[in-house]
């Protein structure tokens, strides 16, 4: 069975080698383009195209795929390439351009798509830093034949797992290793004429939309539950972030603690090797790693000896 791929991030890089390693033929893959990264910012390869250099599979990256878009020369070289590949099936995981109806309808069997939470809940971009913001004990894999809509089209398998107490970063390793694992029997079911479309359902929809850079602030006036579910939601990108004593530090993890709260969000009321202990709207938040601009991220022990605070000093 042939396989086209359209994915750019590391999440979609676990299922590529997935689907490969299962033995199906990668016919092509599309990637974005090479974006700056890095303090020269120089442009670097996505972790889906440096997969797929080093194992000599064809790869397009257009810039939009719209064939009546900005860009209807990038978009008319992709659908020479996606027809001349004799496509059986399109798999997509975060690739970040729109597919139009003509990607839908090019492989025979449709376009298939690994989305990182179990729909029709946190359809949309941040379906894992969502899960874990709003406190959801549990999140997964939903292999979705794709249609028109955003994450609306049938299922097609789906599986679980517990978010516990995982930050992003931690949860988007689980979450990548179930979608390759779930791609692959997908596919194998796809080419035994196997596979079983489910509508989703119209109740329970809810939408994950894009995290902003904005979000990071931490307002400490929130309960102490949210704040921690924010900093684990956070982690690695934009990172939760407040500031004291001149600096704005990024705050990487955290834990809640009863405690006294004679004293108002924000501020230090304990600092010790265990932690620094903040007042939030109804109990502590006990900092646990944190980081200054330009620095690293240090467990608190380490982080309190190049950094001076006190109780009694604010956050915010």
């Not at 440096?50 to 070289?77: C, F, H, I, M, N």
């Not at 979608?179 to 596979?195: C, D, P, S, Y």
């Not at 982080?303 to 006190?310: E, I, N």
Request: with cysteine; proline share 8%.
């Amino acid at each position: 069975m042939k396989v086209a791929f359209a994915g750019t991030p590391e999440f979609a890089r676990v299922a590529l080698e997935a689907i490969a390693a299962a033995g199906f033929e990668i016919a092509l893959v599309l990637t974005q383009p090479d974006r700056p990264a890095g303090r020269g910012m120089k442009l670097q390869a996505s972790p889906v195209k440096q997969l797929a250099l080093a194992r000599e599979w064809p790869v397009a990256q257009p810039r939009s795929l719209r064939l009546d878009g900005k860009y209807p020369e990038d978009a008319t070289a992709a659908r020479a390439a996606i027809v001349d590949a004799g496509l059986d099936v399109m798999v997509v995981a975060a690739y970040g351009l729109i597919l139009p109806q003509w990607v839908l309808d090019a492989p025979r069997l449709g376009c298939l798509n690994i989305h990182a939470s179990l729909l029709p809940r946190w359809r949309g971009a941040a379906p894992i830093h969502r899960a874990i913001e709003a406190g959801d004990e549990r999140t997964g894999v939903t292999i979705m034949q794709m249609d028109a809509g955003l994450d609306t089209g049938d299922m097609l398998l789906r599986e679980s797992l517990e978010v516990g107490e995982d930050s992003t970063a931690q949860l988007h390793d689980r979450v990548a290793a179930l979608g390759g694992r779930l791609i692959v029997e997908a596919l194998k079911q796809a080419e035994a004429g196997a596979l079983h479309p489910e509508p989703q359902p119209v109740e329970g929809v809810t939408y994950a939309h894009k995290v902003e850079k904005q979000e990071a602030q931490i307002d400490w006036t929130q309960a102490a539950a949210t704040l921690v579910r924010r900093i684990r939601a956070f982690d690695p990108f934009p990172g939760a972030s407040s500031a004291v004593g001149g600096e704005t530090l990024k705050l990487w993890a955290a834990q809640v603690r009863p405690g006294p709260l004679a004293e108002p969000p924000g501020t230090v009321v304990a600092v010790g090797p265990a932690g620094v202990a903040v007042a939030a709207q109804d109990a502590i938040v006990m900092l646990t790693e944190l980081q200054r601009p330009g620095g690293k991220r240090l467990p608190a022990a380490d982080f309190l000896r190049g950094f001076d605070l006190k109780p009694g000093q604010v956050f915010g």
